[in-house]
Nanobody, 127 residues
Framework: QVSLVESGGGLVQPGGSLRLSCTAP????????VGWFRQAPGQERDSVAA????????YYADDVKSRFTISAVNAKNTVYLQMNDLKPEDTAVYYC????????????????????WGQGTQVTVSS
């Protein structure tokens, strides 16, 4: 079992930035793909970005790739999601998820591809 802990959410004005963190206490991410998803009220949970931290390959949803950056610091067992130029439509609960290495890249964008989930952190973009 892998426990994931997200942090860094909050209230920010449009155009602002936030950095979310995802850690797995006692575990290393080097043998996992870590993804970020988000779910707005009344909406489905959608993929935002993913990273294979052992080689730092990154994957993004089209609507965020110019504004969001996923990264990892393996020494800290932490994956980050840097979000810039935030818009009201970015308001959602953001979830960190992890999947065991070896699955197809298409699974990085799919809820079903992930084996472990965090509890989520709220991001609200509002003036």
């Amino acid at each position: 079992q892998v426990s994931l802990v997200e942090s860094g959410g909050g209230l920010v004005q449009p155009g602002g930035s936030l950095r979310l963190s995802c850690t797995a206490p006692g575990r290393t991410f080097s043998s996992f793909v870590v993804g970020w998803f988000r779910q707005a009220p009344g909406q489905e949970r959608d993929s935002v970005a993913a990273i294979r931290s052992y080689e730092m390959n990154t994957y993004y949803a089209d609507d965020v790739k110019s504004r969001f950056t996923i990264s990892a610091v393996n020494a800290k067992n932490t994956v980050y999601l840097q979000m810039n130029d935030l818009k009201p439509e970015d308001t959602a609960v953001y979830y960190c998820a992890a999947q065991i290495l070896g699955k197809a890249v298409s699974s990085y964008y799919s809820l079903d591809g992930y084996d472990y989930w965090g509890q989520g952190t709220q991001v609200t973009v509002s003036s």
